[in-house]
């Protein structure tokens, strides 16, 4: 019995919830890694580091199953590259990348909560239309741009190996948190550090955002003992008045809730600590990580 199978055992928790946690909580010391070797390396260099550590987490969360986001990679550069700015290439995205996880959830879905490869592939599909979006926005004349798009837009379409680090990004290829290409690109670029340094600010928020992470955790973790999903298909639910049912169903929905909140937080908290959620500086002069 492996390491990860014998925690499963002691603590209730399905192997593939483990193997996802596990990928999340990774993220932490890969932005240790990259804010301490890589941050002022050129965008290439960058690029490899996040191309590699986002593959070897997906081998280890997906196995052989990456090969369907390597899939929606190729696909995002030929569409970005050999049609950019063009109603079809949109067209194309959705298509393509909805069609692709559709046709996924089709043949993986069970009947219990499912985490199988196409949890981060809903991650990649969201990233890849945005981007494909975003390089529509780009090709347009600027007057023909809303402000508020102008912020995301992409003029020049990203090479093969840019997309694949957007795409595999540590701190976001699996349950988030969604960023521009735009944005990608000024932390790649050291736009957002301290006289050439990654900004130290980043370390405490980072840590209250693992620290709210675990709380949630905690939560779900008793929800599902003290409201199973198995209670909802019990006489003795079927015997409660309707308002008791309504009472217990939000409780249980909060609890389920708790779950998507413990992921966000974590992984916003490694993307914090790598230096991509940095946005400005607030009227006292603060260092803002709501980006």
């Known amino acids: 019995m492996g390491i990860l199978e014998a925690l499963s055992s002691a603590t209730g928790v399905r192997d593939d919830a483990l193997r996802l946690f596990v990928v999340m909580l990774a993220g932490y ?18 690029h490899m580091f996040f191309v590699i550590a986002g593959i ?19 696909a995002a550069y030929a569409i970005t590259n050999f049609l950019p700015g063009t109603p079809v290439s949109v067209a194309l995205a959705h298509i393509i990348f909805l069609g692709h996880l559709l046709i996924g959830y089709w043949f993986m879905e069970t009947a219990q909560y499912d985490i199988t490869w196409t949890t981060p592939m809903c991650i990649m599909t969201l990233r890849y239309i945005g981007l494909v979006m975003d390089v529509y926005d780009g090709q347009k004349p600027k007057d023909k741009v809303k402000p508020e798009m102008m912020k995301t837009a992409i003029p020049n379409p990203p090479g093969f190996l840019e997309i694949a680090a957007y795409g595999y990004f540590f701190a976001g290829t699996f349950v988030g948190p969604q960023f521009s290409l735009s944005r990608f690109r000024s932390f790649v670029n050291g736009e957002y550090l301290e006289n050439g340094e990654v900004r130290q600010s980043s370390i405490m928020v980072s840590i209250r955002r693992f620290v709210a992470g675990v709380v949630y955790c905690v939560f779900n973790q008793w929800g599902a003992v003290w409201i199973p ?30 779950r998507y909140a413990m992921a966000w937080c974590i992984t916003e908290g490694a993307a914090i600590l790598a230096g991509l959620g940095y946005n400005g500086k607030d009227e006292k002069g603060e260092d803002q990580w709501d980006g």
Do not use: C
Not at 29 to 46: C, D, E, G, M, V
Not at 230 to 243: C, H, K, M, T, W
């Open 29 to 46: 010391p890969l932005a240790i890694i990259h804010r301490t070797f890589f941050y002022n390396k050129s965008p290439s260099t960058q």
């Open 56 to 74: 070897s987490l997906y081998l280890f969360n997906n196995g052989s199953h990456v090969v369907h986001s390597m899939i929606a990679t190729i």
């Open 229 to 258: 999903d198995s209670f909802f298909n019990s006489q003795e639910f079927f015997n409660l008045p309707f308002v008791w049912k309504i009472i217990w169903n939000t409780l249980w929905f909060r609890a389920t809730m708790y």
